[in-house]
Structure formats: C-alpha cells, structure tokens
C-alpha cells in the first residue's frame, strides 16, 4: 500500500499514503472484518469529519477514509479536477485491495460516488449521499457569486484549515474547485437516473454558507423527480440539522442509511449498535 506507518490506535488499523498522479493521501484503513465502506468528503473537509459515523457503525464494518487533494494531511496537487477525484478513489481502492465497496458521500463526495459509481456499475454495492442534490449555481452569473464568496472568505480560509474547512488551495483555487462542481452537479440528473445500485440519501433541513436556507430546499426538490424514475434511488432520512453539521448532529441517520443501503444490496443487515 505505497509509504505508510501504522498507528497506535489497534493493531490491525492502517493509516499512510497513497500515491497517485503528482500526489499522495493520507488514507486510513480500519481493516475491519466485514463490508468496506469509503467514506468521501465534503469538498474542502477531512477524513476526521467521519469519526461520529464511524464510530456508531463500529468495529463490524470496514472503514476507510482519505483526505482528498490539499485537505486534511494529503499533498499538493497541480490537479483539482473532479476527474481528478474519481481517479483518487480508484487510487485508494486498489492501495487498499478493495473490490465492490461501499460509497458513503456527503455533498462533493456524494457527487464523486454517484459519477463513480455511474461508470463502475460492477464494482460498488451502493452508495450513500448525504445532503447533496442534482442541482447548482450555473452560468457566468453563478460562476462570479462562488468567485466573490471565496474571495469575501479569503483571510478566512488559513483559519479554517485545521479545522478541516478549508484547503490548502488559494480562494481562486477554491472557487474553481466549487464552480466546476456546481456544474456538475446541475447536470448529474441523467447519471442518478441510469444508477443500478441502491443509493440512499440523507437529507437536512437548513441553510449552509453561501446559501439559504430556501435555497437549498429548491435545491433539494430537484432530487423529487430522479427519484420518481429510478426505484433504485430513495430518503431514507430527513433531519432537521443544516448542511454543514450534519454529520456531527445526525450521524445516527447517516448510520442507519449506510445500515439501509447495505440490506437493500442483497446482504443481510448488521444488527444496529445499542
């Protein structure tokens, strides 16, 4: 699995880094006994995002997660592409010798399992999306409002750093990131409708930054109609957190989907933890 060191926290977890392209991540592997999930974060998080998740599913499963690109401990890139991205989780599945994983995704990485998993029909047992939506800000009106944010966020980005909300990226770099996501995402519809694999969202109820809260209720309502299409596809929460907490205030939802998700692939459920 390329350089790597193992931790102190159990014998059998494994934390290094993965090369890929120009760069490396930092990937951490529980090597747990049962089913692999790869966790993928939001667009500027880390791995450490997922610990309450992780821990409420427990030692059953197999955890990994990875720092993307510039975030958390991973390395520098001359790449920040979403293409970019979909190579990294092949990258972090072949380091780990993964086959038919798991994707649980909240917002960017819920986009990166859903196109990942679009081209790899044979290879993922499904996918969870945490408070992602096939819509976004599009056109040059779209593109200025990200650029004006991140550069309005600019001093604040350093800060945010070591709290896994920000990269280690220029607020240009940033808002370049978030525009080509954007557009993306406004265009995944085709792509949700054509998955084959069960996928399971969990949904939040309020406003993030950059966006309001009514807002991101439009932008959630344009799961309605692929939802309608592919009976593969559905909620299995709403929660009353917003965007950017989710994971921390409702991990035991996203837990459950994940639970879901697995049962719906055709394998009998893991026993929920008391």
């Not at 499963?61 to 975030?71: G, L, Q, T, V």
């Not at 790899?120 to 819509?135: F, M, T």
């Amino acid at each position: 699995m390329g350089d790597h060191r193992m931790t102190n926290s159990t014998a059998s977890t494994w934390t290094g880094m993965v090369p890929v392209d120009d760069t490396a991540l930092a990937v951490t592997d529980t090597r747990g006994p049962g089913r692999p999930i790869v966790y993928l974060n939001g667009a500027y998080a880390s791995q450490r995002h997922w610990r309450p998740v992780i821990a409420e599913l427990g030692t059953d499963w197999r955890h990994i997660a990875y720092d993307e690109r510039a975030r958390g401990r991973s390395r520098r890139s001359a790449d920040y592409s979403f293409e970019a991205c979909l190579r990294d989780v092949d990258a972090v599945l072949e380091a780990t010798g993964v086959d038919r994983p798991l994707l649980v995704g909240w917002s960017f990485g819920a986009i990166v399992a859903w196109h990942w998993a679009d081209r790899n029909p044979d290879r993922v047992l499904g996918v969870v999306s945490v408070d992602a939506a096939p819509c976004g800000l599009t056109g040059e009106d779209g593109r200025e409002r990200i650029r004006r944010l991140f550069r309005r966020m600019r001093l604040f980005l350093p800060l945010a750093r070591p709290l896994g909300l920000a990269a280690r990226m220029s607020a240009d770099e940033h808002a370049e990131v978030n525009i080509e996501l954007n557009e993306i995402a406004a265009a995944s519809a085709p792509v949700l409708e054509r998955l084959t694999c069960p996928v399971r969202w969990v949904l939040a109820t309020g406003g993030n930054l950059g966006a309001s809260h009514d807002e991101m209720e439009g932008a959630r309502a344009a799961l309605d109609p692929v939802l309608a299409r592919n009976p593969n596809l559905r909620v299995s929460a709403r929660v009353a957190s917003n965007h950017s907490h989710i994971l921390r205030k409702d991990f035991r939802a996203v837990a459950q989907a994940v639970r879901e998700t697995a049962a719906a692939s055709g394998l009998p459920a893991l026993p929920s933890r008391s």
